[in-house]
């Protein structure tokens, strides 16, 4: 009994890895596509210069990657965060292209600058401290 779990939890850990060597990130495509395709609105950097194209540095990377996933649906769903533009971007990234992307956004510092709608401020310091439902 205990050698066929042993065996059993063996197998399962050699699948995983194979699992996860599959899926690995690949940086150097990753750094091409987002210098290429990503650049254009977020900057190659991820400090995106239009305020209508969020800032992708200085994000978590397990945070970039669900925005992706969610742009493009998974596991056969809808998408469950729908933008035409990003809809579009995504539609031809497979799950490891996401990751890879995720990853090597988030390796960027975002670089700070001064509030450009000073209307806003007291709101931003509100969520920020309380949080929004
Ligand atoms: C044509 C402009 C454009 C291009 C090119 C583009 N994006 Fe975006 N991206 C946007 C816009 C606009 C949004 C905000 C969408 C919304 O309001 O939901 C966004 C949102 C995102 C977000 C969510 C950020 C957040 O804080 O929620 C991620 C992640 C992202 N883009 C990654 C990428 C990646 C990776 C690429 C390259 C494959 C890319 N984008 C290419 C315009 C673009």
Known sequence: MIKRSLLLSSLLLVAGG???QDQAPD???AKQTAETVCAACHSADGNSQLPANPKLAG???DYLFKQLREFKGWN???PVRENAIMGAMVA????ADM???AKYFATFEQK???AKSLGTIDLGQKIWRAGIP
């Open 112 to 114: 700070p600058e001064p």
């Open 18 to 20: 194979l699992q996860a």
């Open 59 to 61: 994000q978590h990377e």
């Open 99 to 101: 990751r890879g992307l």
């Open 92 to 95: 031809g990234l497979e799950e």
């Open 76 to 78: 056969g769903n809808p």
């Open 27 to 29: 940086l150097e495509k």
